[in-house]
T-cell receptor
């Protein structure tokens, strides 16, 4: 059965710290992996990754995919309190049955 | 604001009843996805429509059904409601094709079944 596992489940850091969130997956007919940020509302799109080894970057956030080892990481540098959220990893196979991980709850303390 | 709209924002109803949730995708998006998010289950994919046709089915109960209309808005129908159906229901839309995985979520409908 397809599955997406995120770790850690929760993380507490202080402003300025760098964090690495992990996502491993087992999916048949992998097409892409996506990262979302969810605060107290709907998930917002961060990155879509389809190729191994190519880093996607947006400001202090970056992500990379390893299709051989079946995982992705999301890095956040110089964290701010506004980064506090649940970060969701999702995998989209070719049959479009998106699978989401349970999420990592990040708390950034001032 | 993602450009995806959902109505109503909140819905309170009794067990055994039937409700309809509505979603309007972003302008230009052909795909609509429905998700259920509950505290113990996380975000669960229910169903996807692309340009009016069902494209993929996830963990959708037989009591639930959906459709996408010619104007591309979509409705999710939930019937014979049970207490366990209480959840946040999200609609998301995307362009479709390889870029279709970039989904933009609506604000959600919070359903409470009493």
């Amino acid at each position: 059965e397809d599955k997406v596992v995120q770790s850690p489940l929760s993380l507490v850091v202080h402003e300025g710290d760098t964090v690495t969130l992990n996502c491993s997956y087992e999916v048949t007919n992998f097409r892409s992996l996506l990262w979302y940020k969810q605060e107290k509302k709907a998930p917002t799109f961060l990155f879509m990754l389809t190729s191994s080894g190519i880093e996607k970057k947006s400001g202090r956030l970056s992500s990379i995919l390893d299709k051989k080892e079946l995982f992705s990481i999301l890095n956040i540098t110089a964290t701010q309190t506004g980064d506090s959220a649940v970060y969701l990893c999702a995998v989209a196979p070719y049959n479009n049955d998106m699978r989401f991980g349970a999420g990592t709850r990040l708390t950034v303390k001032p | 604001d993602s450009g995806v709209t959902q109505t109503p924002k909140h819905l309170i109803t009794a067990t055994g009843q039937r409700v309809t949730l509505r979603c309007s995708p972003r302008s230009g998006d052909l795909s609509v996805y429905w998700y259920q998010q509950s505290l113990d289950q996380g975000l669960q994919f229910l169903i996807q429509y692309y340009n009016g046709e069902e494209r993929a089915k996830g963990n959708i109960l037989e009591r639930f059904s959906a459709q996408q209309f010619p104007d591309l808005h979509s409705e999710l129908n939930l019937s014979s409601l049970e207490l366990g159906d209480s959840a946040l229901y999200f609609c998301a839309s995307s362009v479709g094709g390889i870029k279709g995985d970039e989904q933009y979520f609506g604000p959600g409908t919070r359903l409470t079944v009493t």
